[in-house]
C-alpha cells in the first residue's frame, strides 16, 4: 500500500486549480444569461462585484440583470450609485436608468435621464435608440423633450448651421464657426471643405487654397476637395497643376447624387461643358430632381456653351414653368435671340443668378431698397464680397451702396475691415463710414485715411475740424432727412462732404445759420446740380418751407466757398451754365 501511495504521489497530475477572480464569476454569469438562468447571473455578477468593487462595469451588468428581472428601481438604484460614487463619465448609465424609468411608466424621470445622457454622452453608442424613445416620450407627455443639445452630434448640429450661414450669404459668422468646428475635430471633412468654400467666397483665396490641402492630405480621394481645388486652381490660373486634376474628374462617375452635382457644377465653372452637360442629364433624369429649377438652368448653360441652342431653349422655357418670378431665364433666352441675329451676348453662366451688372440695373430700378432676393440670395452676396476686395472701383462703389441697403451684421463686418484697408481709396473708405453710421453703427471706427490711422468718433464727422457744432449737424439731417428716398447713399455722402468742406474753408469765421433748412436746401440743390439731377431753387424751397430767396442766398455763399460751378465746369461744361 506505501509503494503504491508513494508511486501515485510521483505522477503528474491533471487537476487545474481554480482561480477565484472577478473574471471567473463574470464567465459564468454571461453563460447562465445566455441560458436565461437570470437568477444565477445575477448571483455570480454580484460576486463579480465583490471581488472587484470598484470596477464600474461589474456593478452595471448587476443593474442590466435587476432591468431585465423586472426589478427597475434596484437596478436604478445601483446606476445612481455608479455615476455618483464610481464613474461619473459612465454616461450610458442614464439611458439605462432611462429605459427603467419609462417601464415603470415614470416619464417625467424617463425624460430628465435620457436628457443627461443626450447631453452628457460624446460617443452616442445608443443614439439611435435615445431618439426613439424621445419619440414615445414625446407621445406619452404630449410635448417635445427638454433637450437643449446632443453632445454626440455636438459638431454635426454646428456644421449645419454652418452650413446654413454659407447658403444665406453670412460668410463671416460661417467661418467663425467652421473655424471652431475644426479646430474641436480635426478628421470632419465636410466642415474643413466649407471652411474653405467660406474664405474663397469671401476672396481670402490663400486660406481657401491651404484648407483644402488639409483636406486632401487627410483623405487624398475627396471629390468635394478635389473639386474645390480644381476651381481655386483655375481661379489662380495655374494651369500646370489643373490639367492632370481635369483629366482625373473627367475619367470619375460617382454614385450619389450629391456627388454627381458637385461634379457636374465644377466641370461646367472648369469649362467642360460636355461633360457637366452628361451629368446635369443624369440627374433630371431622377425623379424627385424634375421639379429643381436650378439643375434645368444648369444643364441649359452647359447646353448653351455647347453650342446646343434650341435645347438650351427648351430648357430655360422648362425653368421659367418651374420660376416665374425669376429674372434668369428670361434674360438667357433673350441673349439667346441675340445669338440668333449675330449680335453680341452675354457668356452664360452656371450661378443661378443675373450677372452682376444685370443686378445692379434691376437695384436701380427699385425705388426703396436693394430686392429682397439679392439681399439673401448666397450667390449675389458672394459676389458682393468679392467685388469688394476685388472690382475696380466703380463697382466697388456699387457694391458699398448695395451692402448699406442688406445693413447686417456681415456688412458690418465687412466695412469695418474695409475702411482699415491701407490700399483702398479714401473716399471709398469714406463713403463706407457714412454707409456704416447710416445703418446704425455708432461706436468709434477705426480707419486708415490719407496713410494714417485714425479714429472716427460717433460724435463727430470725418473731418480736421476742431470742433463739431450741434447746429452743423442740425443741418445736414435737415437735409438727409429730406433726401433719404430720393438719393442713393453716395449723393447723400457728397453732400456730406460737401458740407464738411464748406465749414472747414470758412472755419473760424463761420456764418450764423439762421435758418437751418435754408442751408440743408441750398446744400441739397447743389449736390443734385453735382450729380445732373433736374432740380430748381423753386422745387426746394417749397419742399423745405423757405423762400426761393433764402435757398439762392445759402447756395452762393457755399458756391462762392467751395468753387462748386468751377467744379461742375471742368467736369460737365454743358451743365455749368444751366440756369433756373
Known amino acids: 500500500m506505501k ?11 491533471k487537476i487545474i486549480p481554480i482561480q477565484w477572480d472577478a473574471t471567473f464569476f463574470f464567465e459564468r454569469a454571461v453563460r447562465s444569461m445566455d441560458r436565461y438562468h ?10 463579480a462585484a465583490e471581488y472587484e468593487p470598484d470596477n464600474p462595469v461589474n456593478h452595471c451588468n448587476m443593474a442590466g440583470i435587476l432591468s431585465e428581472m423586472g426589478n427597475y428601481e434596484e437596478s436604478n438604484r445601483i446606476l445612481q450609485s455608479i455615476v455618483d460614487e464610481l464613474d461619473p463619465e459612465m454616461t450610458e448609465c442614464h439611458f439605462y436608468m432611462a429605459n427603467n424609468y419609462a417601464n415603470m411608466e415614470l416619464y417625467e424621470a424617463a425624460e430628465t435621464s435620457l436628457v443627461r445622457y443626450l447631453e452628457e454622452d460624446a460617443e452616442g453608442q445608443f443614439l439611435e435608440e435615445a431618439e426613439e424613445m424621445m419619440e414615445l416620450l414625446h407621445f ?82 475627396n471629390l468635394h476637395a478635389l473639386c474645390n481645388l480644381a476651381i481655386f486652381y483655375q481661379h489662380g490660373e495655374e494651369a500646370e497643376e489643373l490639367a492632370p486634376l481635369v483629366q482625373l474628374l473627367c475619367k470619375t462617375v460617382p454614385f450619389h447624387q450629391e456627388h454627381v452635382f458637385k461634379l457636374a457644377t465644377t466641370m461646367g465653372i472648369l469649362g467642360e461643358h460636355g461633360e457637366a452637360y452628361r451629368h446635369f442629364v443624369r440627374l433630371l433624369k431622377d425623379g424627385a430632381l424634375k421639379s ?37 431665364p428670361g434674360y438667357y433666352l433673350e441673349q439667346l435671340e441675340r445669338m440668333k441675329d449675330g449680335q453680341h451676348a452675354a457668356p452664360a ?24 432676393h439679392m439681399k439673401r440670395d448666397p450667390l449675389v452676396r458672394s459676389s458682393f464680397f468679392w467685388a469688394l476686395r476685388h472690382g475696380d472701383r466703380h463697382t466697388k462703389l456699387q457694391v458699398i451702396q ?56 460717433h460724435s463727430r464727422m470725418p473731418s480736421r ?28 455722402h457728397d453732400l456730406l462732404t460737401l458740407w464738411i468742406e464748406f465749414l472747414s474753408r470758412v472755419y473760424p469765421d463761420v456764418p450764423k445759420l439762421g435758418k437751418v433748412e435754408g442751408w440743408a436746401a441750398a446744400l441739397e440743390y447743389l449736390t443734385a446740380k453735382m450729380h445732373r439731377r433736374e432740380i430748381s431753387y423753386h422745387e426746394v424751397s417749397q419742399r423745405y418751407g423757405i423762400s426761393i430767396a433764402t435757398v439762392s442766398k445759402c447756395a452762393k455763399r457755399i458756391d462762392e466757398i467751395c468753387g462748386i460751378k468751377e467744379k461742375m465746369r471742368m467736369t460737365f461744361p454743358a451743365l455749368a451754365d444751366h440756369r433756373d
Open 292 to 328: 429643381d429649377p436650378c439643375l434645368y438652368h444648369y444643364a441649359a448653360v452647359a447646353a448653351c456653351n455647347m453650342g446646343r441652342y434650341e435645347e438650351a431653349r427648351r430648357l430655360w422655357q422648362q425653368v421659367r414653368k418651374l420660376d416665374a418670378d425669376s429674372h434668369v
Open 349 to 372: 453662366s452656371y450661378h443661378y443668378h443675373l450677372p452682376f451688372e444685370e443686378q445692379f440695373k434691376l437695384w436701380e430700378k427699385s425705388t426703396e431698397s436693394l430686392p429682397d
Open 38 to 47: 437570470y437568477d444565477k447571473a445575477l448571483k455570480y455578477f454580484r460576486r
Open 465 to 492: 475740424l476742431p470742433i463739431w457744432e450741434d447746429k452743423w449737424q442740425s443741418v445736414l439731417e435737415a437735409a438727409l432727412m429730406r433726401m433719404n428716398k430720393q438719393y442713393d447713399l453716395v449723393q447723400q
Open 140 to 221: 406619452e407627455l404630449e410635448r417635445p423633450t427638454k433637450l437643449a443639445f446632443i453632445k454626440a452630434r455636438e459638431g454635426f448640429f454646428e456644421h449645419d448651421r454652418a452650413r446654413s450661414m454659407l447658403e444665406e450669404g453670412k460668410f463671416v459668422e460661417a467661418v467663425r464657426l467652421l473655424e471652431s468646428i475644426v479646430e474641436k475635430n480635426a478628421d470632419f471633412l465636410a466642415a474643413r471643405n466649407n471652411l474653405a468654400l467660406a474664405y474663397y467666397y469671401m476672396g481670402i483665396f490663400d486660406k481657401a487654397m491651404v484648407t483644402i490641402k488639409q483636406v486632401l492630405e487627410l483623405e487624398p480621394g
Open 3 to 13: 509503494e503504491k501511495k508513494i508511486a501515485l504521489a510521483g505522477r503528474s497530475t
Open 402 to 457: 448695395a451692402l448699406g441697403m442688406i445693413a447686417d451684421n456681415e456688412v458690418k463686418d465687412a466695412l469695418r475691415e474695409f475702411i482699415v484697408e491701407p490700399q483702398e481709396d479714401d473716399y471709398l473708405k469714406r463713403i463706407a463710414i457714412f454707409v456704416l453710421r447710416s445703418i446704425g453703427v455708432h461706436e468709434s471706427l477705426n480707419a486708415i485715411l490719407e496713410g494714417k490711422e485714425t479714429v472716427i468718433e
